[in-house]
């Protein structure tokens, strides 16, 4: 967290080192004994700072996505923000991985989470594939109780 304080404080101007900021700041808001509001005050602010600094950054809207859901509870832009992730980036296999997580996690929506992960298992086979299956094949076995054979 203090090298990235640091980073920002020397340079406030660099999305990237604000983006890590946000993301740390979430991270530390979630373990026990935290002052969760503060720093999630922070990490709000972090990442709205970095994507007025680089509105174009993928990465940024789906880590701000994430936080927006699974910190904030805050449903409809957290997808928002995954959306537009997916729209700067659709190579990107682990935005829809995430993206399925929070349909089916937090908005308790199996249907649009099947379609995320059928979108994600017809992507391109990239580092998080492995990832993806174990996740697909923990959905279906909720959701379907039979055997799966995924990609």
Avoid at 58 to 77: C, H, Q, R, T
Avoid at 94 to 123: G, P, Q, R, W
Wanted: charged share 25%.
């Amino acid at each position: 967290h203090d090298l990235y304080l640091r980073a920002v404080e020397a340079d406030g101007s660099n999305a990237e080192h604000l983006g890590a900021l946000a993301v740390v700041e979430m991270q530390l808001a979630r373990r026990p004994g935290a002052d969760m509001p503060a720093r999630v005050a922070r990490a709000e602010a972090h990442f709205e700072a970095a994507a007025s600094l680089d509105p174009e950054a993928s990465e940024l809207a789906a880590n701000y996505g994430i936080f927006l859901a699974m910190v904030k509870g805050d449903l409809p832009p957290a997808i928002l923000e995954l959306q537009r992730a997916l729209k700067l980036d659709p190579s990107k296999q682990e935005y829809l991985l995430n993206l399925a997580h929070i349909y089916e996690v937090v908005a308790k929506d199996d249907t649009l989470a099947e379609d995320a992960f059928s979108k994600a298992l017809a992507a391109d086979k990239g580092p998080w594939h492995a990832r993806l299956l174990g996740s697909y094949a923990a959905f279906c076995a909720r959701t379907r109780h039979d055997d799966v054979d995924a990609n």
